[in-house]
């Protein structure tokens, strides 16, 4: 099978992470596929309480907004209906462990509840219309580089991914996205 491309590049927008929504790219894990149309990333000491303190979560999804307020579900472009099937792309990079953007934040299957869990962790979440719990593939190997990251939040993180959810399911792509903190 041949590797999924992910390119998503988006504009600064001050209420949510992604801003000017989706350039068509799609990928597929597990049979789903997402169709990006915005991204964010949010910061606090645990997101894997099985990995060292301060954390970065990055979500691509395939809905907008990701982030700033409520949207009533259903409304023209906005945020996860649970009504509807939606995909998300969930990367955690701990942080603490690394500061240097050459090189890479390792992926590989965390124990988010006892641990360990390293640098690097990669989630793809299907949520099935009609619930709120997503169906969860977690990446089995690969890389995360962030090239860029403002701990002021003005401009964007950027990085890109080459990711090994097993089963050839393969997912290579970049990402520049705001914060929704």
């Known amino acids: 099978m041949k590797p999924y491309y992910l390119a998503f590049l988006s504009a600064f927008s001050v209420a949510c992470g992604g801003g000017n929504?989706?350039?068509?790219?799609?990928?597929?894990?597990?049979?789903?596929?997402?169709?990006?149309?915005?991204?964010?990333?949010?910061?606090?000491?645990?997101?894997?309480?099985?990995?060292?303190?301060?954390?970065?979560?990055?979500?691509?999804v395939d809905y907008v907004p990701i982030c700033g307020g409520a949207v009533p579900a259903g409304a023209d472009g906005g945020s996860r209906d649970p009504a509807l099937e939606h995909n998300e792309l969930e990367l955690i990079l701990v942080?603490?462990?690394?500061?240097?953007?050459?090189?890479?934040?390792?992926?590989?299957?965390?124990?988010?509840?006892?641990?360990?869990?390293?640098?690097?962790?990669?989630?793809?979440?299907h949520y099935p219309s009609g619930s709120t719990t997503p169906d969860?593939?977690?990446?089995?190997?690969?890389?995360?580089?962030?090239?860029?990251?403002?701990?002021?939040?003005?401009?964007?993180?950027?990085?890109?991914?080459?990711?090994d959810f097993g089963g050839a399911q393969h997912v290579v792509g970049k990402f520049e996205t705001y914060t929704c903190n």
Do not use: E, W
Not at 99 to 119: E, H, I, L, R
């Open 21 to 60: 929504g989706i350039l068509g790219q799609t990928f597929t894990v597990a049979g789903h596929s997402l169709t990006v149309k915005d991204s964010g990333y949010v910061t606090a000491d645990y997101f894997c309480a099985g990995a060292a303190q301060g954390q970065m979560r990055i979500n691509i």
């Open 95 to 125: 942080l603490s462990a690394n500061d240097n953007p050459k090189v890479a934040f390792d992926v590989s299957p965390p124990d988010c509840v006892n641990g360990p869990a390293g640098p690097g962790i990669a989630n793809f979440k």
């Open 136 to 163: 969860i593939t977690i990446a089995q190997s690969g890389q995360i580089f962030l090239t860029t990251y403002d701990k002021t939040d003005v401009k964007p993180a950027t990085g890109h991914f080459d990711l």
